[in-house]
């Protein structure tokens, strides 16, 4: 934009002077030093009356814009100019007055016209006189017009009246800036404290409340049925679980009178059967193992999934080359933790991880992150000689495999052929080529081979820590359960005992683990390895995290090395839950429990008060006569209708195998006369 109409007739306004500045200060309030009135330039009047101006600017209105008024007399209509110049040809119109401070420094421009000679020869007036025509002297001159300034000072007007009412705000916070800012601290800091008052009143009155969570013994037995039949409120029930945690915590402040920590415990026990949907003996079972309020924890981890993580197979790839590969595909994934090198987590995965060309090319392993720490823990070194006791599906073989580079020999065993299968299929893939699969029961092993340095013995379980996976164990579990499997768990674990070479250079270590939290299945099948096998003892896992083992539990006390065991859970570690023991054999097993081991193996549950059974067949009572025991109710035995029942047996389990039942009939190669075909025959022969 170039140099406006207005400045090119009149050029550049006047500098503003002090007294201006001064009264500006001193509308917004702000103390200003004393400075004389400057008295303005103007000519000289005619006469002591203010009614026209005499320099040559224009008339107008003389009342100052400040207040409105002067002297309390409006103020005489402008009288004509008195320059000697001409008139404009353009019509007078009343320019509106400015309003604002901004606006009467912005529009001193417009007062100042004429020539350079109406600023001289002027005159002393007195300080009312200039306070008087200062506004005057500084307002907008009618006798020069510009429509397009018309528009531009209306708006500037507008514009001006807000800008002056922020300003005059921010002025006034800034004088006042100390007093204003101890005023908002005494402020805040009063509704801190009323803030504080409010939460002290409500936890004094949350403390002061006895929660009502236990049923009322008045209740008939009408209401107890129909209260059976409907369904519970799942959202009541947690209520009460949250209610009942609350008074177990703080006993003593919370509980009802005349009630006992029994009673509350017992209705925790139903409440949390009822909601998450376990049967009340295993419930009870675990809860045991914990705190009301960890235990709460435990059974809430139990309905969320744990997160899917994935095993690097460093035969074939590393761990970044992987991840890298992974994400290109759109998957979403971090390491599983700084426990693990070759451990990788899943978030999202716009592909099934099952068929992904890095997992057909075997790359990687779906395994459970908890499953990594047996083999961490049992560390086997390059060429030795190890033995899996329970090896399917294969990720912990293929792991130990991982671990010792493929040299050495691994020895995976499983009872299962259908298992065995899937187990072959993986070490296939993953290129594990230094592992030996075999199908036996693994209590014989030490009689099938022995002299390992290293063996794992990850033993079948109730499946207690993977609930999560296999939400039936909530109810398929009972006490019977709970009994064979820790007597099966034992004798493997002594097979796995005798099966270690004590005289290994580098091992003679056997870990021992489950994916149970229940201590029947853990300290207490270790606490029975250690007694009967003095030969071994329990060293340090390695592991960089994981609780301690029980040393007591329930009354019972176990050995003080079982502090050496760890025990995770889904709640603090957020892995399923498992169970990790390692064994070190120091010396060779003694002879005669070597010698004693079929007979453990047949008997039934050891205990440390072992009952024994006398298993010699009943022999026939001699004080009985020949005659009295012929007439016994029980009877005799028919031997040829029970010879034609066992081959009936005899050829049904050939089919099942698979094999041909006509090989019965086939002559032996002794020479003896063909076996009997059918009934019928064998009578006519008889007979005969």
């Not at 005494?186 to 939460?199: G, H, I, P, S």
């Not at 009872?415 to 230094?434: D, E, F, T």
């Not at 329990?538 to 050995?559: A, N, Q, R, W």
Request: proline share 6%.
């Amino acid at each position: 934009m170039g140099v406006g109409r207005r400045m090119r007739k009149q050029g550049p306004p006047e500098p503003l002077s002090e007294e201006h500045y001064a009264r500006l200060k001193r509308k917004a309030g702000i103390p200003v030093d004393e400075t004389p009135a400057e008295a303005p330039n103007k000519k000289k009047r005619k006469t002591a009356e203010p009614t026209p101006k005499a320099n040559g600017a224009g008339a107008r209105k003389a009342a100052p814009k400040a207040n409105g008024r002067f002297n309390g007399v409006k103020a005489a209509a402008p009288a004509p100019k008195q320059n000697g110049k001409a008139a404009k040809s353009k019509s007078k119109k009343h320019v509106p007055e400015p309003e604002s401070d901004e606006e009467l420094s912005e529009g001193l421009g417009d007062g100042l016209s004429g020539s350079d000679s109406e600023h001289d020869g002027l005159s002393d007036a007195s300080n009312e006189d200039a306070e008087m025509l200062g506004d005057d002297f500084l307002g907008s001159d009618d006798s020069v017009f510009d429509s397009d300034a018309e528009g531009q000072n209306e708006r500037r007007a507008m514009f001006s009246e807000d800008e002056d009412d922020s300003d005059a705000e921010e002025q006034l916070t800034a004088a006042n800036i100390v007093g204003l800012s101890r005023k908002l601290d005494e402020q805040k800091a009063q509704e801190e404290a009323e803030a504080q008052a409010e939460l002290e009143e409500a936890a004094l009155q949350t403390n002061i409340e006895r929660p009502h969570v236990l049923d009322d013994e008045e209740e008939d037995d009408l209401a107890l049925k129909t209260k059976a039949l409907l369904a519970p409120d799942l959202q009541l029930l947690r209520t009460r679980i949250t209610d009942t945690i609350r008074v177990l915590d703080d006993f003593s402040n919370l509980a009802e009178e005349g009630r006992s920590r029994a009673e509350y415990t017992s209705q925790l026990l139903k409440d949390i059967c009822a909601y998450y949907g376990y049967s009340e003996y295993l419930a009870e079972k675990l809860m045991n193992l914990f705190q009301p309020r960890e235990a709460f924890a435990f059974f809430e981890a139990n309905e969320t999934a744990r997160p899917v993580v994935i095993r690097t197979n460093t035969l074939r790839t590393h761990r970044r080359d992987l991840a890298q590969a992974l994400i290109n595909r759109g998957v979403t994934l971090e390491p599983v933790g700084k426990w693990s090198k070759v451990g990788l987590q899943i978030f999202e995965s716009n592909v099934p991880l099952g068929a992904t060309p890095e997992y057909l090319a075997g790359h990687y392993i779906l395994q459970a992150a908890s499953s990594f720490l047996p083999v961490m823990a049992l560390g086997p070194q390059e060429g030795e000689r190890c033995l899996d006791m329970a090896a399917a599906p294969g990720g912990k073989t293929t792991h130990m495999a991982a671990m010792m580079k493929n040299t050495g020999c691994i020895f995976a065993n499983d009872p299962s052929k259908a298992r065995a299968k899937g187990l072959i299929g993986n070490i296939h893939r993953l290129g594990a080529r230094n592992v030996i699969v075999c199908n036996y029961d693994a209590r014989e092993f030490p009689r099938v081979m022995g002299g390992f340095d290293r063996v794992l013995l990850d033993a079948p379980c109730s499946g207690t820590g993977v609930i999560a996976k296999d939400p039936s164990v909530k109810t398929n579990k009972d006490e019977k359960d709970f009994m064979v499997l820790p007597h099966t768990q034992k004798q493997l674990l002594l097979a796995a005992i005798d099966s270690v070479n004590h005289a290994s250079k580098t091992g003679g270590y056997l870990v021992y683990s489950t994916c149970s939290v229940t201590v029947e299945e853990n300290e207490q099948v270790v606490q029975y390895a250690l007694s009967k096998r003095p030969n071994v003892k329990l060293v340090s896992t390695e592991l960089p995290f994981g609780k301690e083992g029980f040393t007591s539990y329930m009354g019972k006390k176990f050995d003080s090395s079982l502090r050496l065991t760890r025990r995770y859970y889904p709640h603090t570690y957020n892995v399923d839950g498992f169970f990790v023991a390692k064994f070190h054999k120091v010396g060779p097993t003694p002879a005669n429990l070597v010698r004693d081991k079929p007979i453990q193996g047949a008997s039934a549950p050891q205990t440390s008060d072992e009952e024994v059974f006398d298993k010699t067949p009943i022999a026939a009572d001699e004080k009985v006569p020949e005659n009295a025991r012929e007439q016994d109710d029980f009877g005799g035995f028919d031997e040829e209708e029970d010879k034609e029942y066992m081959e009936k047996a005899k050829r049904s389990a050939m089919r099942r195998r698979g094999l041909d039942p006509k090989a019965l009939d086939k002559p032996k190669t002794n020479g003896q006369a063909k076996p009997e075909k059918s009934n019928g025959k064998a009578k006519n022969k008889k007979k005969t």
